[in-house]
């Protein structure tokens, strides 16, 4: 059965799914994956646990990318990024157990695992409640951030009903769905966790503050994506591979996984953002280099904040490349 066949479309054309069993199995594999994930716990031996949360992940993201081949590119998207997330926090709680962490009550599990988008579980397993003003500020400083990040999103959709289509539609709603869940939805649902006992906390965290890219991406930008690539990726290799060869690893882990969420989907660009995140990682590695030889980029002054919104944004046309505008973006305006 075709989902809306007729009448106006209440979800974009590039998420509608084709049909509600499509939906379904989607949903069944994801369930799949969660019971999965509780199942690694059972696994004592260090080295057969890690190895089965890494292979599972690979099983789980190729049976995903495989059932959700006939979808549009929207929905093929976000189901590569469920199936992304739910295997990762099979990882990064392996490598939580593995490192002796306290394990995690069965509704703490659960809320971590299914609720929460970041990476760290310590923060669930040790309870503390805190419903301070700090929490409710949180809480405020998020309803603010989805309140103009959707403003942001109705001004692209108003931009894009013109009949001249402007240029500015579609940043104006990257940045608009940016600020509204990165920011907004989230620090909402931190404050909620707080009030549960949770010590989480903004996953993004004033990036336009940052006076280096090492600073941008491992304090300000995305923390459960860094916490997921130290955890999963830097701290196990880093006896091995030194500090500086296992950031690179991890920047190269983060292309591969932006590949998955960005290219897959389209079935297009796969370079662009292995390219961009191979750049940062260079750059990350050259950036001490530098600011012992600048004073500008050392002492953080405005140029430092322009170094780093330069490499950020100058590149982004490789990660966010046309076919992801076209297939993933754009429909959204429409």
């Known amino acids: 059965m075709r989902v809306l ?14 049909s509600s069993a499509a939906l379904l199995s989607l949903g069944i594999l994801l369930g799949g994956l969660v019971a999965a994930v509780a199942l690694l716990a059972r696994v004592r031996n260090a080295r057969l646990a890690r190895a089965s949360a890494w292979g599972l992940a690979l ?14 590119a929207g929905l093929r998207m976000l189901a590569l990024c469920a199936a992304t997330l739910y295997a990762m926090k099979g990882i990064v709680l392996t490598e939580h157990r593995l490192r002796g962490g306290r394990a995690l ?15 760290r579980p310590a923060e669930f397993a040790n309870a503390e409640i805190e419903a301070g003003e700090r929490t409710a500020r949180l809480a405020r400083r998020g309803a603010l951030q989805l309140g103009v990040g959707l403003l942001f999103v109705l001004g692209a959709r108003a931009l894009e009903g013109n009949a001249a289509r402007s240029p500015l539609a579609v940043p104006l709603l990257a940045c608009g769905l940016s600020l509204a869940v990165h920011f907004g939805l989230f620090n909402l649902l931190a404050a909620a966790w707080r009030t549960r006992g949770a010590m989480v906390g903004p996953l993004f965290r004033s990036p336009l503050a940052a006076t280096s890219l090492a600073t941008f991406w491992s304090r300000r930008w ?64 050259f950036e001490p280099w530098l600011a012992r030889r600048q004073r500008w980029l050392r002492e953080g002054r405005w140029l430092a904040h322009l170094w780093v919104l330069v490499w950020i944004a100058l590149p982004l046309p490789i990660l966010f490349h046309a076919p992801f505008v076209e297939g993933v973006l754009e429909p959204l305006l429409r």
């Open 5 to 18: 066949d007729r009448g106006a479309p209440l979800i974009a054309p590039g998420y509608a799914p084709t």
């Open 59 to 72: 099983a789980a993201i190729a049976a995903m990318d495989g059932l959700a081949a006939a979808q549009p």
């Open 105 to 119: 009550s069965r509704s703490r599990w659960l809320g971590f695992t299914l609720l929460w988008p970041g990476m």
């Open 222 to 285: 995305n923390l459960a994506f860094s916490e997921m690539i130290q955890l999963s990726v830097a701290r196990p290799l880093r006896q091995r591979l030194g500090a500086r060869g296992a950031a690179v690893v991890g920047f190269l882990v983060s292309g591969v996984l932006h590949v998955l969420a960005i290219s897959l989907p389209v079935q297009a660009g796969y370079g662009g953002p292995m390219l961009y995140f191979a750049l940062h990682g260079v750059l990350v590695q």
